[in-house]
């Protein structure tokens, strides 16, 4: 035998039995090597699906927040609204109390006006009268007023009788 056949026969052993270890080995343990490989698998997904949990959770965290601080917002907001609204109307209810009482104040005044305007007419309708009363008192005055002293003889002669106290004569 030559050292080649001696050589390739040890390789040929030493692969033979790696091989049949190699067979052996993928017979027995194959199952084994199959969990092993899907148990790493399996935890590697389930690490991969914690992360993508705890990264939902995290954003679902940040948007509860902010919903919760916009509903915050909203109802500072909603009171702030009603507040100006019981000011806007208590404003409105004093605008129309000073209405009415402006219209109250004008009726009043009107009336006053009125009452004021009624008198006057009616002094002035007085005076009127008292005034024409005295120019035909002064008429009847002139027309009955001696010209002559002692009033013998009437200049002008009047049919009448003297009005009030224009001559002192007794006819």
């Known amino acids: 035998m030559t050292w080649y056949e001696i ?7 030493v692969g033979g039995l790696g091989g049949i ?12 090597e199959k969990k ?6 399996d935890s590697k997904k389930l690490d991969n699906n914690e992360k993508v949990i705890s990264e939902w959770k ?3 965290h940040e948007k509860e927040k902010k919903c919760n601080e916009k509903d915050a917002m909203l109802a500072q907001k909603d009171a702030m609204l009603a507040q100006k609204d019981a000011e806007k109307e208590q404003l409105q209810k004093k605008i129309h109390a000073l209405y009415e009482e402006r219209s109250k104040y ?3 005044r009107e009336l006053e006006l009125k009452q004021k305007d009624a008198q006057h007419a009616d002094e002035m ?5 008292e005034n024409a009363e005295l120019k035909m008192r002064n008429a009847e005055l002139q027309w009955n007023e001696c010209r002559v002293n ?7 002669p009047r049919d009448r009788k ?10």
């Not at 050589?7 to 052993?13: I, T, W």
């Not at 270890?21 to 084994?32: E, L, N, R, V």
């Not at 092993?36 to 698998?41: A, I, P, T, V, Y």
């Not at 309708?125 to 009268?129: E, L, S, T, V």
């Open 7 to 13: 050589v390739v026969g040890l390789m040929a052993a």
């Open 21 to 32: 270890a190699a067979f052996i080995k993928s017979f027995m343990f194959t199952k084994q």
């Open 36 to 41: 092993g490989k899907d148990l790493e698998n």
């Open 58 to 60: 995290e954003m679902y």
């Open 106 to 108: 004008m009726a009043k």
């Open 125 to 129: 309708q007085k005076k009127d009268q």
């Open 150 to 156: 002692g009033c013998d003889k009437r200049e002008p």
């Open 162 to 171: 003297c009005v009030g106290s224009c001559c002192d004569c007794k006819e």
